[in-house]
């Protein structure tokens, strides 16, 4: 597509529920990222995927997190038993090569957790 | 360890004065420099990136950025700033041969008439 597409764009979940947030990335963007911005804070590492190597999961901040991203396309993060501390926008950028370009980011999910 | 700082959590400025939003780094190695923008309730776009080269990087809207490997700083500037400049600024600085960027805390630009 043109952009990269993030979907849904709001979530309202129960605390203790299961999330599943879900990144479309600019077709042929080999790279894509999992980002956190919590409220009037910066942005957040969660998560990196290059091609088909091993995504870099440094950045995850619980085992309640993971991400799966099947070759170069859609990319999912799931937050298992999400906690109120869960409540941010999680942004998803795409970038052509993984080195020296810049990103393109989505517009985010907004996820709040009650 | 690798790291960016904004020192400033904003900046005020009146319209068509120049505005500079600051940005220092610590990197071991080459540093691969970036500036994103975020308006209210959109995602961020990319400004500008210093890779390597002349130290004056010119990008998007009229911003230009200035590296200083001495001083390890990678101001973003603009000769006369508008009001619709006012959103939040990121400076970024990609980690080593992985790709991800690490980003600063940002910085909120307002520009007032």
């Known amino acids: 597509g043109a952009g990269v597409s993030q979907s849904p764009s709001n979530k309202v979940t129960e605390k203790g529920k299961d999330v599943e947030l879900r990144c479309d990335p600019i077709?042929?963007?080999?790279?894509l990222y999992w980002y956190r911005q919590r409220l009037g804070q910066g942005l957040e590492f969660l998560i990196y995927?290059?091609?088909?190597?091993?995504?870099?999961k440094s950045g995850l901040p619980s085992d309640r997190f993971s991400a799966e991203r099947t070759g170069e396309s859609v990319s999912t993060l799931t937050i298992q038993r999400t906690q109120q501390e869960d409540s941010a926008v999680y942004l998803c950028?795409?970038?052509?090569?993984?080195?020296?370009?810049?990103?393109?980011f989505g517009s985010g999910t907004r996820l709040t957790v009650v | 360890a690798q790291s960016v700082a904004q020192p400033e959590d904003q900046v005020n400025v009146a319209e068509g004065n120049p505005l500079t939003v600051k940005c220092t780094y610590s990197?071991?190695?080459?540093?691969?420099l970036f500036w994103y923008v975020q308006y209210p309730n959109r995602g961020l776009q990319f400004l500008l990136k210093?890779?390597?080269?002349?130290?004056l990087v010119k990008g998007s809207y009229g911003f230009e950025a200035e590296f200083n490997k001495s001083q390890t700083s990678f101001h973003l500037k603009k000769p006369s700033a508008l009001v619709s400049d006012s959103a939040l600024y990121f400076c970024?600085?990609?980690?080593?041969?992985?790709?991800?960027?690490?980003f600063g805390k940002g910085t909120k630009l307002s520009v007032k008439p």
């Open positions: 950028a795409s970038s052509l090569r993984a080195h020296n370009y810049g990103y393109t």
């Open positions: 077709s042929g963007h080999t790279a």
């Open positions: 995927f290059q091609g088909n190597s091993a995504p870099d």
């Open positions: 990197v071991s190695g080459n540093p691969y």
């Open positions: 210093y890779i390597t080269g002349d130290n």
């Open positions: 970024a600085l990609e980690r080593g041969s992985q790709g991800n960027l690490i």
